[in-house]
């Protein structure tokens, strides 16, 4: 532990700077070249660069879904396909949650980078493919209850060899899916964003020799780790457990229990989920890459963010995710959800783990959904069949000096919602409503951010659509006497009817909130409601004149400020 | 995680009885009979393990 004698600050930022900025490239060329909008306007996606070890080096700002679980990516991947197999201008694949994968649409990409004749590192692109075959367009088969269901599983394999095609992987990939043409121009784009990092990344070691690369990234580990475990000694010493619930699995209506205990052990950390639920029949189960990512995540957003995230970093983490369980699926069962919904269940009962200990920066709940709707159909104008996963934003939790936001992605996805005019120009939807939903934020000292309502109007195609979330039930927890979020819906309006039904009065479907292939037609209307953050300690603390602001905005109604704040008739 | 002779596909996934990880050669094993036929990742999981089954609720085994 620590950095050594010899260690060059200088230089380690300057490397680490570059490395970052390659991976910034990375994305951008991802973004810029790719088809589907789940990559050119929301950016779900990840790029990184890693040791030839598989240990993450740098990583820059887009998805943190995917950073925890890159490591275990690479490494498993490099048990089937040795190193010593690896040549310049190959480009590897893989996407099976069993072999250390996040969850079926999760694609990693990894090229690696020579010098000198040597494998000295790997550059990686994690993106979320929005279309992969199985029982639904667009990747979230709700009712999915084998992982078969889920669609094409892809092991690790090289789509390149030596700068070339491998004809045969592409072929057997794109027969797969149902809009191969969209899929073909998304994974050039994720091989277009390693190759242009993997350019600029052998530059930046030419530079300064590989053995002086190495020693400087090995440094840059170790000061990250000595920084993290100097954060993790200042918190208390203690076991600190919690948990949470989702609401179900789309198959049955049961609860499932997301149990966590944090053990604070001087510089180190223990997050032992033992007692969590077996794992379901339905597609929320939580591969270990998942439940990784979602303990780095939490614990990262709980210590001082100027800490270079890398694999150092996570060396003091021990994360306990007892096999079989829904945070930690055995095969063959469906794991879709896990990546999206259960990831945030599991990173916010860590951080209300740990509230007690880290009271400064823990924060309420968040809506902790990406609503994860999708949809396809076949375009009139292009006579071609379009696919699309749409993300939703949610209320965040308060924190103790702060409201939540409002509208965010939640907390694994620090995704971008698409633009109406680019979803309408795309996709056969009439965007009628998109509002903040007043009072859908907890209340308290610090208010809850608010949740969001949208509905479309299907126009001129028949349009199939599935979707996977959750908090319709189980809103989001409020912290220290703050009040909880509002739940969230999703409705359905058939054309000429002026009644609004959840899906399983309009379809006769078993879970609100996870269903599949619902077939919508021209002038029928979906509308969808996300849930609102919890609040941050007693609303009798609240800043009168804040709930004047938020009345003015329209944030809260008079009859919440009168509610929950005691504001009067006369706003006093 | 046991491949088939040839390599093309997986007979049997196996994880470690601690922290879940997949086991991808011969794995660690404790010396401890209630764990005789558990697969571990590290030592430290087999430490953590061996305590837990043993009464202790939090073991301290530091890496650093």
């Known amino acids: ?42 950016l779900d996606f990840t790029c990184a660069i890693a040791s030839a070890e598989g240990e993450m080096w740098a990583v820059a700002e887009f998805c943190p879904a995917q950073i925890g679980g890159m490591p275990l990516i690479i490494s498993s991947s490099l048990k089937e396909i040795p190193l010593e197999t690896i040549n310049p201008g190959d480009v590897i694949v893989h996407n099976d949650p069993y072999r250390g994968g996040l969850h079926t649409p999760e694609h990693t990409l990894f090229c690696p980078v020579f010098v000198d004749d040597q494998l000295v ?272 934003v949610v209320g965040w939790g308060a924190t103790r000096h702060a409201d939540g936001n409002d509208a965010t992605d939640s907390i694994n996805g620090n995704c971008r919602v698409t633009p109406v005019e680019v979803f309408e120009t795309r996709y056969p939807w009439l965007t009628e409503e998109v509002s903040l939903i007043p009072d859908s934020g907890g209340a308290g000292a610090t208010r809850g951010g608010l949740g969001t309502r949208r509905i479309w109007t299907c126009l001129d195609a028949e349009i199939t659509c599935s979707q996977l979330t959750d908090r319709h039930v189980h809103q989001a927890w409020g912290l220290n006497g703050g009040g909880s979020g509002t739940s969230g819906m999703t409705l359905y309006m058939a054309a000429g009817s002026s009644e609004w039904q959840n899906m399983m009065q309009a ?9 599949s292939n619902v077939v919508i037609k021209p002038g029928d209307r979906v509308e969808i409601v996300t849930p609102g953050g919890g609040g941050y300690g007693s609303p009798a603390e609240r800043d009168p004149e804040l709930v004047q602001e938020d009345l003015a905005e329209g944030y809260v109604t008079a009859e919440r400020a009168k509610a929950d704040y005691g504001l009067g008739a006369g706003g006093d | 995680m046991r491949f088939s002779d040839t390599g093309y596909y997986i007979e049997r996934y196996i994880k470690c009885g601690n922290c879940g990880v997949l086991v991808y050669d011969e794995g660690v094993k404790s010396s401890d009979p209630k764990l005789a036929d558990t697969y571990f990742c590290s030592d430290w999981c087999v430490d953590w393990r061996t305590q837990r089954v043993n009464g202790s609720k939090a073991p301290r085994i530091k890496t650093g």
């Open chain 1, 507 to 515: 379809f006769g479907k078993s879970s609100t909130s996870k269903w």
């Open chain 1, 1 to 42: 532990m620590g950095t050594s004698k010899a260690t060059d600050f200088v230089t380690m930022n300057i490397i680490e700077s570059s490395m970052i900025s390659a991976c910034r490239e990375m994305g951008i060329t991802l973004m810029k070249t790719s088809y589907s909008t789940i990559f050119n306007e929301a």
């Open chain 1, 121 to 392: 590192a790997f550059t990686v692109a994690i993106g979320h493919v929005a279309e992969v075959g199985g029982m639904v367009p667009g990747g979230f088969a709700s009712e999915a209850t084998e992982i078969f269901h889920e669609g094409i599983r892809v092991p690790p394999v090289k789509i390149k060899k030596r700068g070339e095609d491998v004809e045969e992987v592409w072929k057997l990939w794109l027969a797969n899916v149902r809009t191969p043409r969209y899929n073909y121009g998304d994974m050039r784009a994720l091989i277009s964003g390693v190759e242009v990092g993997a350019e600029r990344l052998a530059q930046t070691i030419s530079k300064y020799g590989v053995d002086h690369f190495r020693k400087i990234c090995a440094d840059l580990m170790d000061y990250s780790e000595a920084r993290m475990r100097a954060e993790l000694r200042d918190l208390p010493d203690g076991a600190y457990p919690f948990h949470d619930f989702m609401d179900n699995d789309g198959v049955t209506d049961q609860e499932i229990r997301i149990n966590v205990e944090c053990f604070i052990q001087d510089d180190e950390i223990v997050v032992d989920f033992e007692g969590s639920s077996p794992q379901v029949g339905g597609p929320i189960n939580a591969t270990l890459g998942v439940t990784w990512s979602a303990a780095y995540n939490a614990i990262l957003h709980l210590t001082d963010p100027s800490i270079p995230k890398n694999s150092g970093c996570f060396r003091p983490i021990h994360v306990l995710a007892p096999a079989g369980t829904v945070v930690n699926v055995d095969y063959p069962a469906p794991e879709v959800g896990g990546n999206t919904e259960t990831h945030p269940r599991i990173a916010g009962a860590v951080i209300g783990a740990l509230a007690p200990a880290s009271p400064e920066r823990a924060f309420a709940s968040e809506g902790g959904t990406h609503l994860n709707f999708v949809f396809g159909g076949q375009d009139k104008v292009n006579d071609e069949y379009f696919a699309c996963y749409d993300i939703e």
